[in-house]
Antibody, heavy 116, light 112 residues
């Protein structure tokens, strides 16, 4: 079955960077856009960006440009998201999701806590 | 950027009764390919979001038929024909028509 498995929880200090992973299985990895979405505790969903594994193209909202980098490794069917210059406002659950007309498959989420 | 709004933000519903959530976008969601990429997601407490409806009115695999979606242009609706206890959670509309993706603020559905 189609599955997205994310890396484990992270605790980082302000100013540091974090790199999360999301491993896909059960489908042809390069065929679908992949997204990262975050959710601050108790709040709504926020789109962080997109990567197309077939050619590595990316799209980020203005809010995260210059601070987020998304990459993919087709040999392991894994996408990565690196977020730099972390602040306490980046404390959130981060989800990866597959795009097939909509976000049809989601990872289990990775909690990132930014604290001094 | 397209801004998504939802009403109500909170809904108390009696078991077995219908529920309806409205979603409005700041611009038309009709894509250049003619499709409208408006979807609805359900998020139960402590879980990742789950796709319910895609492209306005298409029920995703495994979604009960008590869920339905409708609308066009900038106005969309999610309906639950008879609310069940397992429907408690937060519902988000989401647009993917433009080069950026965005979500509504969410509607919390609780049982009376």
């Amino acid at each position: 079955q189609v599955q997205l498995v994310q890396s484990g929880a992270e605790v980082k200090k302000p100013g540091a960077s974090v790199k999360l992973s999301c491993k896909a299985s059960g489908y042809t990895f390069i065929n679908n856009y992949m997204h990262w979405v975050r959710q601050v505790p108790g709040q709504g969903l926020e789109w962080v960006g997109m990567i197309y594994p077939r050619d590595g193209s990316t799209s980020y909202p203005q809010k995260f440009r210059g601070r987020v980098t998304m990459t993919s490794d087709t040999s392991t069917s894994t996408i990565y998201m690196e977020l730099s210059r972390l602040t306490s406002e980046d404390t959130a659950m981060y989800y990866c999701a597959r795009d097939s007309y909509a976000f049809d498959v989601w990872g289990q989420g990775t909690m990132v806590t930014v604290s001094s | 950027d397209i801004v998504m709004t939802q009403t109500p933000l909170s809904s108390l519903v009696t078991l077995g009764q219908p529920a309806s959530i409205s979603c409005r976008s700041s611009q038309s969601l009709v894509h250049s390919d003619g499709n409208t990429y408006l979807s609805w997601l359900q998020q139960r407490p402590g879980q990742p979001p789950r796709l319910l409806i895609y492209m306005v009115s298409n029920r995703f695999s495994g979604v009960p038929d008590r869920f339905s979606g409708s609308g066009a242009g900038t106005d969309f609706t999610l309906r639950i024909s008879r609310v069940e206890a397992e429907d408690v959670g937060v519902y988000y509309c989401m647009q993917a028509t433009q080069p950026t993706w965005s979500f509504g603020p969410g509607t919390k559905v609780e049982i009376k």
